[in-house]
């Protein structure tokens, strides 16, 4: 049997393709892979969650999305911030790594990884809620002090992870200090990175670009005649 698609249908076949791969090459407002210790960055606005740049090192100009996760550490927006790890846990009060420090937990990264992936946006309030969910996972305030739906959020961690999950997936800590010889601590950050995209992901997107630009082509071709 013969079947013929019309061009309507194979532009929308290649551009299916092209988001579908897109979407797995990078969370939104997330660090890429490749993002290092070593590199500087400044927290620019918010105060739960915080929108990053960063300064120098490696992925030097990314833009993130970050929250705090220690409640009672300080920083001042805009200012330079040196990236002493990117780890599992933050820093201990000696501000030292990683000697008694506090790894995150995995209801934090469960629910990051969530909010990461856009479940919660439906709900106004989502990101102070959330800064006050993550607070408390980490044992920075009492279940009694967020709102319901903050609190729902931890139901919601502590579920996944009674169900099994024990993993930290992409979400990760920047251990961050005020100055370069990493001697005054300022604070630990929450933040995403980039998953590593797969060698099938990158041929997906080339083969839907392909094809939308070949597709193009023949129909101006056709107008041309």
Same mark, same amino acid.
């Given at each position: 049997?013969?079947?013929?698609?019309?061009?309507?249908?194979?532009?929308?076949?290649?551009?299916?393709?092209?988001?579908?791969?897109?979407?797995?090459?990078?969370?939104?407002?997330?660090?890429?892979?490749?993002?290092?210790?070593?590199?500087?960055?400044?927290?620019?606005?918010?105060?739960?969650?915080?929108?990053?740049?960063?300064?120098?090192?490696?992925?030097?100009?990314?833009?993130?999305?970050?929250?705090?996760?220690?409640?009672?550490?300080?920083?001042?927006?805009?200012?330079?911030?040196?990236?002493?790890?990117?780890?599992?846990?933050?820093?201990?009060?000696?501000?030292?790594?990683?000697?008694? =420090?506090?790894?995150? /937990? +995995?209801?934090? $990264?469960?629910?990051?990884?969530?909010?990461?992936?856009? *479940?919660?946006?439906? %709900? @106004?309030?989502?990101?102070?809620?959330?800064?006050?969910?993550?607070?408390?996972?980490?044992?920075?305030?009492?279940?009694?002090?967020?709102? =319901?739906?903050?609190? /729902? +959020?931890?139901? $919601?961690?502590?579920?996944?992870?009674?169900?099994?999950? *024990?993993?930290?997936? %992409? @979400?990760?800590?920047?251990?961050?200090?005020?100055?370069?010889?990493?001697?005054?601590?300022?604070?630990?950050?929450?933040?995403?990175?980039?998953?590593?995209?797969?060698?099938?992901?990158? $041929?997906?997107?080339?083969?839907?670009?392909?094809?939308?630009?070949?597709?193009?082509?023949?129909?101006?071709?056709?107008?041309?005649?």
């Amino acid at each position: 049997m013969n079947v013929i698609f019309s061009y309507k249908q194979l532009m929308r076949g290649a551009l299916a393709c092209v988001v579908l791969a897109g979407s797995q090459l990078a969370f939104a407002q997330s660090l890429p892979s490749g993002f290092a210790a070593g590199s500087v960055i400044k927290l620019n606005s918010g105060s739960g969650p915080f929108n990053g740049s960063v300064v120098s090192g490696a992925s030097t100009g990314a833009s993130f999305e970050s929250f705090c996760l220690e409640k009672l550490e300080y920083m001042n927006i805009g200012q330079n911030l040196y990236v002493q790890g990117v780890t599992f846990a933050t820093t201990n009060a000696s501000g030292t790594y990683p000697t008694t =420090s506090d790894p995150l /937990s +995995y209801q934090t $990264a469960w629910l990051f990884t969530q909010y990461s992936n856009g *479940a919660y946006n439906a %709900n @106004a309030n989502v990101k102070t809620d959330m800064q006050n969910a993550f607070w408390h996972l980490e044992d920075e305030v009492a279940l009694s002090a967020l709102s =319901s739906t903050a609190q /729902s +959020y931890v139901a $919601a961690a502590n579920t996944a992870v009674t169900n099994g999950y *024990a993993s930290y997936g %992409n @979400a990760r800590v920047l251990n961050l200090y005020k100055d370069a010889s990493y001697s005054m601590h300022s604070q630990d950050q929450l933040v995403m990175l980039a998953p590593v995209p797969e060698p099938e992901t990158y $041929a997906m997107m080339l083969a839907g670009l392909g094809l939308m630009g070949a597709v193009a082509r023949r129909r101006q071709t056709k107008k041309s005649a």
